[in-house]
Nanobody, 125 residues
């Protein structure tokens, strides 16, 4: 019954900005939510996650590359998660997936129970 719908992707020039949105339905406020990225030939990897109380985490392969450029946030009133992406670079190109799980350990292990359909982000130089 849980549904995650992403929006906000598109094509931009390097240095531009995008704001990804993930509208969640049939989830409770205790869900851990966040964003994954997948590029050709690579596994889907977590980019950022956020607790139900709004504590963000940027980790793994992306912590250094996105620091100071990406910001994850959440509106608890409507269970919507955002990823503000500034100063975009071609290396940010990929399909971004919203994900949710009641356990943050499942999220960071790469196996959240719920996935969105993905939204394409393309950054040209």
């Amino acid at each position: 019954q849980v549904q995650l719908v992403e929006s906000g992707g598109g094509s931009v020039q390097a240095g531009g900005s995008l704001r990804l949105s993930c509208a969640a339905s049939e989830v409770t406020t205790d869900y851990y939510m966040g964003w994954f990225r997948q590029t050709p030939g690579k596994e889907r990897e977590p980019v950022a996650g956020i607790t139900s109380t709004g504590i963000p985490t940027y980790t793994g392969s992306f912590v250094n590359s996105v620091k100071g450029r990406f910001t994850i946030s959440k509106e608890n009133a409507n269970n919507t998660v955002y990823l503000q992406m500034n100063s975009l670079k071609p290396e940010d190109t990929g399909v971004y997936y919203c994900a949710a799980d009641q356990k943050n350990s499942n999220f960071w292990a790469g196996r959240p129970n719920h996935w969105g359909q993905g939204t394409q982000v393309t950054v040209s130089s």
